[in-house]
Structure formats: C-alpha cells, structure tokens
C-alpha cells in the first residue's frame, strides 16, 4: 500500500544553503554518499521530535527521486506514525527534516567528526521518554 499521494513531491531538496552543507558533509568524508547524509538528517530530526519549519527559498532543484532516498517507504511510515504533519503530504515533511537534520549534521561537523554514537545515546534516552 502506498502513503504517497499525488499532492506530495516526486524530488527531494534542500535550501541552496543545506544542498552545500549536504556537499560539504561529504566531501569531508563524514558520510560516502551525500544521499546517506540525507537521509540520516531526516532521522535525527525525527529522534529529536523537531516541527520543522518551511525550507527557505532559495531552493535547490529536486537532487533525489523518491526512491533513492525511501524506496521501501519506510520513511513515510515513520513520518506518519510520529509526527503531526500537519496534513502537510509525508515526502514534503521530509524535506524539511532533511533541511533541519543536514543544518545540524554540519554544526556537529564544525566540532571535527560526528559523534554518532553520542547522537544515538540521545534518541535512545528520548525514546525512552516517549
């Protein structure tokens, strides 16, 4: 079954701003692929139960189709089960995950490598929370 609806986005983006930050995060080699580095932004926005903001233009053109970056949908599942989206389609939710989760992935980059492993520390205490 597909959570997909027609009103939702076909590509993914960012703001020009995180795409560089998004190029950045692998050039430094923090991830292989800056597809990687987006999806783990979407992720650590939904661990730290961020209500993301509209992305601010300028916006970057469609870098990934929906299947690159949830092919199995598993990403909608988990947009849909944890966030009030506020009827805001999934995919156009995620895209402002990616934006707020790449900002932060790049501060974390600022600090030298990211700590993931303190980063999953986290999400494994706000779960705990829930």
């Known amino acids: 079954m597909s959570i997909h609806t027609n009103d939702d986005l076909n590509k993914f983006s960012l703001s020009v701003r995180a795409h ?13 692929e800056m597809k990687d580095a987006y999806r783990c932004g ?6 730290r139960g961020i209500d993301p903001p509209e992305i601010a233009p300028p916006k970057s053109p469609g870098i990934y189709s929906i299947s690159q970056i949830d092919p199995d949908q598993s990403i909608t599942f988990a ?15 995620a895209e402002r995950l990616a934006e707020w989760g790449v900002e932060e992935l790049s501060r974390e980059s600022e600090r ?14 706000k779960a705990k929370g829930i």
Not at 42 to 47: C, G
């Open 79 to 93: 947009i849909t089960l944890l966030m009030d989206t506020k009827k805001l389609p999934p995919y156009r939710w």
């Open 20 to 32: 560089a930050k998004l190029q950045r995060l692998q050039e430094d080699e923090h991830f292989l």
């Open 42 to 47: 979407i992720a650590l926005a939904l661990s």
């Open 112 to 125: 030298g490598q990211i700590d993931f492993s303190r980063l999953l520390t986290e999400a494994k205490e």
